[in-house]
T-cell receptor, first 107, second 116 residues
Framework: KNEVEQSPQNLTAQEGEFITINCSYS?????LHWLQQHPGGGIVSLFM???GKKKHGRLIATINIQEKHSSLHITASHPRDSAVYIC?????????FGTGTSLTVIP | GAVVSQHPSRVICKSGTSVKIECRSL??????MFWYRQFPKQSLMLMAT?????????EQGVEKDKFLINHASLTLSTLTVTSAHPEDSSFYIC????????????FGPGTRLLVL
């Protein structure tokens, strides 16, 4: 069974700060997802990646397959970025979720 | 991007009643849909995998007679919580896998169920 670990569990940042959230997994994967869960519960899929790096606006996701590690970066953070960020990996049919990182960005 | 909708977004019901939650893929066909449950401050837990036209596959510990899943078309799956009890109160999330693209999965916004 794959284990997905995220760090930190909780993160508070000042508006404008550069933020990094880390995700490690224990076995080989076919894809890794970064999800954003808003306070009301809704989930938005931010990235799906299996190698390299992806960028969307102020969000950047990277993955190192050899090290079984992925990072989500937020540049110029804003209070609206406050949410729970979840990494999830899939080896095919099954998804394994991290427990999430709760981010609070203070104005 | 692809969109998955869930209805209702919130539901409050009395203990003993049944609640149906719909999950729809709006602009793509989904041969497989997944149902997850999330308790407060916990990670999503897979309940069952729903394949169009066949019986759902339930995870260990999930009662199939209590959580009825019907995947009648390539764009719709329903989860019915039968004889709901307060301990069934949770956040239910579906996701849909794009037909022909096994790694691509889109999540619905979730349904918050409160059983009184």
């Amino acid at each position: 069974k794959n284990e997905v670990e995220q760090s930190p569990q909780n993160l508070t940042a000042q508006e404008g700060e550069f933020i990094t959230i880390n995700c490690s997994y224990s076995v080989g994967i076919s894809a890794l997802h970064w999800l954003q869960q808003h306070p009301g519960g809704g989930i938005v899929s931010l990235f799906m990646l299996s190698s390299g790096k992806k960028k969307h606006g102020r969000l950047i996701a990277t993955i190192n397959i050899q090290e079984k590690h992925s990072s989500l970066h937020i540049t110029a953070s804003h209070p609206r970025d406050s949410a729970v960020y979840i990494c999830a990996e899939t080896t095919g049919n099954q998804f394994y979720f991290g427990t999430g990182t709760s981010l609070t960005v203070i104005p | 991007g692809a969109v998955v909708s869930q209805h209702p977004s919130r539901v409050i019901c009395k203990s003993g009643t049944s609640v149906k939650i719909e999950c729809r893929s709006l602009d793509f066909q989904a041969t497989t849909m997944f149902w997850y449950r999330q308790f407060p401050k916990q990670s999503l837990m897979l309940m069952a995998t729903s394949n169009e036209g066949s019986k759902a596959t339930y995870e260990q510990g999930v009662e199939k007679d209590k959580f009825l899943i019907n995947h009648a078309s390539l764009t719709l799956s329903t989860l019915t919580v039968t004889s709901a009890h307060p301990e069934d109160s949770s956040f239910y999330i579906c996701s849909a896998r794009v037909a022909g693209s096994p790694r691509t999965q889109y999540f619905g916004p979730g349904t918050r169920l409160l059983v009184l």
